[in-house]
């Protein structure tokens, strides 16, 4: 919470004396938006437009436009939250999808991995629903994943977009092979020796920059602080994802594990990404 203050405090502080710029522009205009786009002025705080999101879990509200993200940049996400009614308690995920050069989205099945299941393909082919690898320390444990194909030992194939449906179950075939088990037959064929890995099977982003119930009356409020790019396999909350080259923010009406009664209904304020020249030091 310490860093996250002080991070807050000098990007306000950054903002006065180096260049800042808007990126979400023209809000008021709905063809800027995907997903759930809802106006209520009259519950308005500030500046810029109030949005009321309501409906099934992950109601969303996109901002339409791929924002290209730069290094030498600090990024700033913020949004302030409210339910309309007590009686009905809403939540929501406030975050940004992150693309690459090609404007795939980068999710945490691109790059979170399991460790120590990299093997190698003995039997992949289109059409089936299994695949046949060498047996790998980790089979037993691993219980959820995809399979990531053309894994490379220096992690150099992430964010790797070349994955299997998502796997059913593993068990062995042989002393010496595992047969992974597949939800959705194989999209096409991979000879025998490629390299694999499991990778974490979720098609998320970076949702959690925001999160949880949101209160009426004051509501809550949340700021997100980006700078710099992971280079590594990993997810952080205050760098892009390795080759992130667009964002477009995103709020979710709801949460998996906190999901609004029927009737519930939010109302968003603020809703802002700010871009920032961050002085050389």
């Not at 039997?123 to 053309?150: C, E, M, R």
């Amino acid at each position: 919470m310490k860093k996250l203050t002080f991070l807050v405090f000098a990007v306000a502080a950054c903002s006065l004396f180096a260049g800042s710029r808007q990126l979400m522009v023209d809000q008021e205009k709905p063809e800027m938006w995907k997903g759930m786009v809802e106006y209520k002025p009259e519950f308005a705080r500030g500046k810029g437009p109030c949005f009321l999101l309501f409906g099934k879990y992950p109601t969303p509200l996109i901002y339409n436009k791929y924002l290209p993200v730069s290094p030498g940049k600090t990024y700033v996400l913020k949004a302030s939250f409210r339910t309309l009614d007590p009686k009905l308690p809403a939540s929501a995920y406030l975050g940004l999808e992150l693309y690459d050069g090609k404007k795939r989205m980068i999710c945490f099945r691109n790059l979170r991995n399991a460790a120590r299941s990299e093997s190698k393909v003995v039997s992949a082919n289109k059409g089936d629903k299994f695949l046949i690898v060498k047996k790998f320390p980790t089979w037993k444990t691993i219980k959820v994943a995809v399979v990531a194909f053309h894994a490379k030992a220096d992690f150099s194939d992430i964010p790797n977009f070349d994955l299997s449906p998502q796997m059913a179950n593993m068990e062995l075939s042989g002393e010496d092979k595992i047969k992974i088990n597949l939800k959705r037959p194989l999209k096409k064929s991979y000879p025998a020796g490629t390299d694999i890995r499991l990778h974490s099977p979720w098609a998320t982003t970076m949702y959690f920059l925001g999160s949880g119930w949101m209160p009426a009356g004051e509501g809550k409020s949340f700021t997100a602080v980006i700078r710099g790019f992971s280079d590594k396999p990993e997810t952080p909350r205050d760098k892009f994802w390795k080759t992130t080259k667009y964002v477009r923010p995103f709020i979710w009406f709801g949460n998996w594990s906190k999901l609004p009664k029927p009737g519930a209904k939010l109302l968003v304020d603020g809703f802002s990404f700010e871009e920032i020249d961050t002085p050389e030091k």
